[in-house]
């Protein structure tokens, strides 16, 4: 009777623990980007609110970059969806890895993607910016049939410091 009880428990226990996966699962799935897994807008959007009540709570800069692929139409229109698609793929690696653990990368839009840079001043975070423009534009991305293809980005830094005083 009592090894029946178990069965039933252990079996009531797998189920659960299956259930928790599913929604953890769903969760992820609803914070990132198919094409590219990197974070989507709503993730960004929530962690923007998160990050920028946090700066100022403690005072510390926080510093958000947009970054947007130039002349993404072109890729597509030339070189079809799948070599655009590719593109996207490779950039978000190779954006992520000039980035800290703590950074926040999304997938903004179509081709756009937010960077938060929390505790970062803003000439550390234009020497950021800088730097993934450079790795970006050092990379051939290649493409269907063994092409290689060069990309560039234009990218824009705003930040939040709560220890300026506002200009008056």
Same mark, same amino acid.
């Given at each position: 009777?009592?090894?029946?009880?178990?069965?039933?428990?252990?079996?009531?226990?797998?189920?659960?623990?299956?259930?928790? #996966?599913?929604?953890?699962?769903?969760?992820?799935?609803?914070?990132?980007?198919?094409?590219?897994?990197?974070?989507?807008?709503?993730?960004?959007?929530?962690?923007?609110?998160?990050? #920028?009540?946090?700066?100022?709570?403690?005072?510390?800069?926080?510093?958000?970059?947009?970054?947007?692929?130039?002349?993404?139409?072109?890729?597509?229109?030339?070189?079809?969806?799948?070599?655009?698609?590719?593109?996207?793929?490779?950039?978000?690696?190779?954006?992520?890895?000039?980035?800290?653990?703590?950074?926040?990368?999304?997938?903004?839009?179509?081709?756009?993607?937010?960077?938060?840079?929390?505790?970062?001043?803003?000439? #550390?975070?234009?020497?950021?910016?800088?730097?993934?423009?450079?790795?970006?534009?050092?990379?051939?991305?290649?493409?269907?049939?063994? #092409?290689?293809?060069?990309?560039?980005?234009?990218?824009?830094?705003?930040?939040?410091?709560?220890?300026?005083?506002?200009?008056?």
């Amino acid at each position: 009777m009592a090894t029946d009880f178990m069965e039933r428990l252990a079996a009531i226990v797998a189920i659960c623990l299956e259930n928790v #996966a599913n929604q953890e699962r769903l969760r992820h799935l609803g914070m990132t980007d198919p094409l590219t897994r990197a974070y989507n807008r709503r993730y960004f959007d929530q962690r923007l609110l998160e990050e #920028a009540n946090r700066a100022l709570r403690s005072r510390q800069p926080l510093c958000c970059m947009m970054l947007d692929v130039d002349h993404f139409k072109r890729i597509n229109d030339v070189s079809g969806h799948a070599a655009g698609d590719a593109v996207l793929r490779e950039m978000t690696l190779h954006i992520k890895a000039q980035l800290r653990a703590s950074d926040v990368m999304a997938r903004h839009g179509g081709e756009e993607f937010a960077v938060l840079l929390p505790q970062t001043e803003i000439r #550390a975070a234009l020497a950021i910016a800088e730097r993934i423009r450079q790795t970006v534009a050092e990379v051939r991305f290649v493409i269907a049939g063994g #092409a290689g293809l060069a990309v560039t980005l234009s990218l824009g830094v705003a930040t939040l410091d709560p220890t300026r005083k506002p200009d008056t």
